[in-house]
């Protein structure tokens, strides 16, 4: 039978923007307190409505700024709605924004322990997969190296290292293997395979690549300028989002 696992209900997301471009905090606050600051409304997303099941993956597409990435913080409890709600049914592993989480001035290793405290990871975890976490990441050479010197591919390794050094019920992947080499992309899909086929991980995955959201998903939501615009088998709808960028 059929267990939701994530349960997004009728999700809205407003953002106050302001109207003017402000160079400096002090600006900012002396507008505040003449009240010539003034906001306009942006709709990030409108009434988005699904159903995610414990072991599907789920690729989300769309066209840039349609709401992808919001809808994943919010499923990740990073945002709160401004109307609707998620309801989550197990622990999560994301892989949001490219080295949240981590210090930059601080070197690797540090950041591998670091990055798994924010995850729930004690350190005795951490302790006994770190190798693993090293040798799948491949930064041995680099570890004792302040981060801030790494490229945006191996930090993206090192995270995604370290969020799958556990089995996640859910794991949610937005744009983090876009930076890595192909080799590493293929190797981070495989980890990926391996836990949703052998311990029923859920996946939610964003990328810009369509044809790696094929690969990778069974099933797709199509998200555009806010609005849900198509779910359902990820080929149907993949195919559906070509035709309108054609």
Request: proline fraction near 2%.
């Amino acid at each position: 039978m059929s267990e939701p696992i994530i349960v997004v209900n009728h999700v809205s997301m407003m953002f106050n923007i302001a109207s003017e471009q402000l160079n400096s905090l002090k600006e900012y606050f002396i507008k505040i307190m003449r009240r010539q600051l003034h906001f306009k409304k942006f709709m990030a997303l409108e009434d988005i409505d699904f159903v995610v099941n414990r072991g599907e993956q789920y690729g989300i597409v769309g066209t840039n700024g349609s709401g992808k990435s919001t809808l994943l913080k919010i499923i990740a409890g990073v945002l709160e709605p401004t109307e609707g709600r998620v309801a989550i049914g197990g622990t999560i592993a994301p892989l949001i924004e490219l080295g949240a989480g981590f210090d930059m001035e601080l070197t690797a290793r540090e950041n591998i322990y670091l990055n798994g405290a924010l995850l729930g990871y004690s350190k005795e975890f951490i302790n006994e997969r770190f190798d693993d976490i090293v040798d799948f990441a491949e930064v041995r050479d680099f570890l004792d190296m302040p981060m801030k010197n790494y490229s945006s591919g191996m930090v993206a390794r090192v995270a995604f290292a370290v969020a799958t050094a556990t089995i996640p019920d859910i794991l949610v992947v937005d744009e983090a293997l876009s930076v890595g080499d192909f080799i590493f992309q293929e190797k981070c899909e495989r980890r990926i395979a391996e836990l949703v086929q052998e311990h029923q991980t859920t996946l939610l995955f964003v990328s810009h690549s369509i044809e790696q959201v094929e690969r990778v998903c069974k099933k797709a939501v199509w998200i555009e300028k806010g609005h849900m615009r198509m779910i359902g088998d990820v080929q149907d709808v993949c195919e559906a989002y070509r035709n309108l960028n054609a």
